[in-house]
């Protein structure tokens, strides 16, 4: 089991996300925070003026600071000595990555990770949501938001809680392709399509412009262009509700504030529907069909479909119209995990785009079924 840990944050200069203008590293090692490193980040790209209102970091105050390549030669050695750590981690490892790629500089063709926010759900499974900001005004744990420094050694504090709390970041381990951008737990079995991948990197440009929790017209526009372009997409979900979603709020030339909160609402389901499905302190499972996706705490899937059937539920193999909710094990799924819904979580959100009542409800939601066996 690992022993250090690298907590790492990094903010940007404009809605590309492909740019660090400021980034922060805590070191977590044998349980304790051992060294923090901050530095702001001569991007070398222009600065939008919403990234500018998000992290206080204006083009003036960069222009003087090391580049990405003059900064790597410093933090790699301690980047590399750990697993890396980060809320909502894949936004912060698509954005090192990208830096590694455009800028020519040769790392490893892998490296792991594993994300606070993934391991907040599963530690604090009561909570609304498990934003960073959210998670340390629960714990009580100072943070100034969207400073990098900041937000890296809240991230280690959170860490160090979770492992305290008998959370194991092993658990939660992930392999990144830096070269390709993308999470992986296995190997592919085979190439993805041309229409799997596009459609995955929709998911991965919803992710980074949902990864701060709002939502700007450029980043509206950039969305719109993105799909303009790809329009061989049409027919599969989700390209087909985005499309409809953006056009009928571009349609009148104003986005007015309520649609784009709505949108925002839309995309994040999209980009994690386990994150945002339903909440239910009681969850009756009586006379409801329902099918099973992920890996379960509680047990195989065997064993948890046996437990729920002593309630009176009604187990399915497969998502229908005639299905009442799709339970997701709290060990995720090397499916969805990867920005691939899997086929199961997939048809739930599709019924629920066209006015299906199906649940997308989480294992922790069910934990009073699961812990009492009996009838």
Request: proline letters at 5%.
């Amino acid at each position: 089991m690992n022993d250090r840990y690298i907590a790492f944050d990094v903010e940007t200069p404009n809605y590309a996300n492909d740019r660090i203008s400021a980034i922060g590293i805590t070191v977590v090692e044998n349980g304790s925070i051992t060294d923090d490193f901050y530095s702001l980040v001569n991007p070398e790209v222009h600065f939008d003026p919403f990234n500018i209102r998000l992290t206080g970091i204006t083009p003036e105050m960069a222009a003087d600071q090391p580049t990405f390549p003059e900064l790597w030669k410093m933090i790699e050695p301690v980047i590399g000595s750990g697993l890396l750590i980060a809320h909502n981690a894949p936004f912060d490892m698509g954005v090192l990555a990208q830096c590694l790629n455009d800028y020519g500089i040769e790392w490893h063709p892998f490296t792991y990770y594993a994300c606070t926010c993934a391991m907040g759900r599963a530690c604090y499974p009561q909570l609304q949501n498990h934003k960073l900001n959210t998670l340390c005004d629960y714990l009580n744990l100072n943070l100034d938001h969207h400073n990098a420094g900041s937000d890296s050694r809240a991230c280690a504090e959170l860490l160090l809680d979770y492992m305290h709390h008998g959370v194991q970041p092993n658990r939660f381990l992930r392999r990144y392709d830096l070269a390709q951008r993308h999470t992986l737990r296995v190997p592919p079995k085979a190439k993805p399509s041309e229409t799997t991948t596009q459609l995955l990197a929709l998911k991965d440009l919803l992710s980074t412009i949902t990864a701060d929790d709002e939502l700007s017209e450029s980043e509206v526009l950039s969305l719109q262009t993105w799909m303009s372009q790809n329009l061989a997409l049409r027919g599969n979900f989700p390209f087909d509700k985005i499309f409809e979603t953006v056009g009928g709020a571009l349609e009148d030339g104003i986005l007015e504030d309520a649609e784009l909160q709505a949108m925002l609402l839309l995309f994040e389901q999209i980009t994690d529907p386990v994150a945002n499905s339903c909440s239910c302190d009681c969850f009756d499972i009586s006379g409801k069909a329902f099918c099973l996706t992920g890996e379960f705490e509680f047990g195989d899937r065997s064993s948890v479909e046996a437990t729920l059937y002593q309630k009176g539920g009604i187990p399915v193999s497969s998502v229908t119209r005639k299905t009442d909710c799709v339970i997701v094990g709290s060990k995720g799924s090397d499916a969805w995990s990867n920005g691939n819904y899997g086929t199961k979580l997939k048809k739930a959100l599709e019924l629920q785009a066209k006015g299906l009542p199906i649940q997308i409800v989480k294992e922790q939601d069910i934990c009073n079924l699961l812990s009492n066996r009996g009838g």
